[in-house]
């Protein structure tokens, strides 16, 4: 009896198995960078990551979280890139959480867009993101799961990092973007705001050794940018100082946050904000605490985002824009992006938000530029616990306000913007459901 018990312990199925995979994303020189707005790549400051994690729960198809060093992708190169992830993990598309860093001095990969343009539009290097995603795919397959011993999760507040970019001024407008640097402006010191102070983390364990850490923060990533260097900035420097663990980190609800109260945009900042980054990073990683996983459960609904209203974001107005000689290329290639986003979802495409949910620990799963308080209400739905927030999903709708900030002004809410302020009820109605 003894024995028959011992072996049945033995031979019992893990409750989870994890396994790490990577390749590296840098595009080759003369590549778009941020969707053609910033120069194209002229050298590569540090080399471009693409990490993620597959686990395989005890009777559950396999999950994929995986984010790059890319500025987004978006619409159908986001399927495609979800659906390819998925079939190399042997599971299914809306099981796959796929999200970007966000650097600016990265690519942006927009198929559908870039299908409107003619070939002088540059807009993403399309050949090369192919390649991408077929090493990726590669790396997964060969990835080799471990047993799961031990969860771990916490949180450490980040010092002198983030700050609201929205100022707003006595009638309640935005009167000034602080943006993800500032300088030569008083306001570049106002209070910080409306954030988002803590850095969340959850580790998994084989036995004695921490084999993955995934970590949420939310600041725009950028110190600088625009100079046809490729990087993967501060962000993706206080990642890789990480030695004792293979570090994910998934940028939050940054859409209305940055580094501009403790960032002039010079060069020598860009190694400080890393190491008060990465002192975080370990700070929380030194704060966890063992939490419960053999419960635990991913949960996905798909969602329809209200298409934005009024002049210029009409169908025929955005085909006469992008076929316009006159007007520049970013610009056309904007209106490109903003017109295969509208397609899809007029044909009816939808948007998978999805939580990761073990324990005490939940991680939600949202699209686009997402305003910090998103991030916050997600939190404030359960206070006694830990709810982490990865945005830059699918980055078809761009920036994602609260339905109050479209009446205030600002560039967020502008044209850069594509969905209509209703998007707030969807996404909290969601939320409400994915972390009931």
């Given at each position: 009896?003894?024995?028959?018990s011992?072996l ?8 989870l198995?994890l ?16 969707y053609?707005?910033v120069?194209p790549?002229?050298s590569v400051?540090d080399?471009?990551?693409a ?8 009777g559950?198809?396999?999950?994929v979280?995986?984010t ?6 978006g ?10 992830l998925?079939q190399?993990?042997r599971?299914?598309?809306d ?6 860093v966000h650097?600016h001095?990265a ?5 559908a867009?870039s299908a409107?343009?003619p070939p002088?539009?540059?807009?993403a290097?399309d050949?090369?993101a192919q390649?991408?995603l077929?090493?990726?795919a590669r790396a997964?397959r060969?990835a080799?799961p ?15 990092i ?8 006595p009638?309640g407008?935005v009167a000034?973007?602080?943006?993800t640097?500032c300088r ?5 010191q106002a209070p910080e705001?409306t954030?988002?102070p803590l850095l ?7 036995g004695p050794?921490?084999?993955?850490t995934?970590?949420y ?14 990087s ?5 420097h206080?990642r890789?100082q ?7 980190h998934f940028?939050?609800?940054a859409?209305n946050?940055?580094?501009g109260?403790?960032n002039?945009?010079s060069p020598a900042?860009r ?5 008060r ?11 966890e ?8 459960r991913?949960?996905s609904?798909?969602?329809a ?9 009409a169908e025929a107005?955005?085909?006469?824009a992008?076929a ?14 903003y017109l295969?986003?509208?397609?899809l979802?007029?044909?009816g ?7 990761l949910?073990?324990g005490?620990?939940?991680v939600l799963?949202?699209?686009g530029?997402?305003?910090?308080e998103y991030?916050l209400?997600a939190?404030?739905q359960r206070?006694?616990e830990?709810?982490?927030?990865a945005a830059y ?11 109050k900030?479209y009446s205030?002004?600002g560039y ?7 969905v209509a302020p ?9 939320t409400?459901q994915?972390?009931?």
């Amino acid at each position: 009896m003894l024995r028959r018990s011992f072996l049945s312990l033995a031979l019992a199925p893990r409750p989870l198995r994890l396994a790490t995979f990577s390749a590296d994303v840098t595009p080759p020189l003369g590549a778009p960078l941020c969707y053609g707005l910033v120069p194209p790549a002229a050298s590569v400051a540090d080399p471009l990551a693409a990490r993620g994690v597959l686990l395989l729960p005890a009777g559950q198809p396999p999950i994929v979280l995986c984010t790059l060093d890319w500025l987004g992708i978006g619409n159908s190169s986001r399927d495609l890139w979800r659906s390819t992830l998925a079939q190399a993990a042997r599971t299914t598309p809306d099981r796959v959480a796929l999200h970007t860093v966000h650097q600016h001095d990265a690519p942006g990969l927009d198929a559908a867009a870039s299908a409107l343009l003619p070939p002088s539009v540059p807009l993403a290097p399309d050949a090369f993101a192919q390649q991408a995603l077929a090493r990726l795919a590669r790396a997964l397959r060969a990835a080799r799961p471990l047993p799961i011993s031990q969860v771990t999760a916490g949180a450490a507040p980040v010092l002198e990092i983030a700050s609201n970019r929205r100022i707003l001024g006595p009638d309640g407008r935005v009167a000034f973007g602080r943006m993800t640097s500032c300088r030569n402006s008083p306001q570049c010191q106002a209070p910080e705001g409306t954030i988002d102070p803590l850095l969340r983390s959850l580790s998994f364990w084989n036995g004695p050794r921490r084999v993955a850490t995934l970590s949420y923060y939310a600041t725009h990533p950028m110190s600088y940018y625009g100079k046809g260097e490729v990087s993967a900035d501060f962000v993706g420097h206080a990642r890789n100082q990480q030695s004792d663990t293979f570090q994910l980190h998934f940028t939050g609800a940054a859409g209305n946050i940055g580094a501009g109260r403790y960032n002039d945009g010079s060069p020598a900042l860009r190694p400080v904000l890393a190491q008060r980054l990465a002192t975080a990073m370990a700070a929380a990683k030194a704060a966890e605490k063992p939490i419960p996983f053999s419960d635990l459960r991913w949960l996905s609904t798909p969602v329809a985002l209200p298409l934005r209203q009024g002049p210029g974001f009409a169908e025929a107005e955005l085909e006469a824009a992008i076929a316009n000689p006159a007007l520049s290329l970013p610009l056309r290639a904007n209106h490109a992006r903003y017109l295969a986003f509208y397609r899809l979802t007029k044909a009816g495409r939808r948007i998978d938000l999805s939580a990761l949910r073990l324990g005490p620990f939940s991680v939600l799963h949202m699209p686009g530029e997402l305003f910090v308080e998103y991030q916050l209400a997600a939190a404030a739905q359960r206070p006694a616990e830990l709810v982490a927030t990865a945005a830059y999903g699918d980055y078809g709708p761009m920036y994602i306000g609260t339905a109050k900030s479209y009446s205030e002004g600002g560039y967020e809410t502008s044209a850069v913007s594509r969905v209509a302020p209703t998007v707030e009820d969807i996404l909290l109605t969601a939320t409400r459901q994915l972390l009931a």
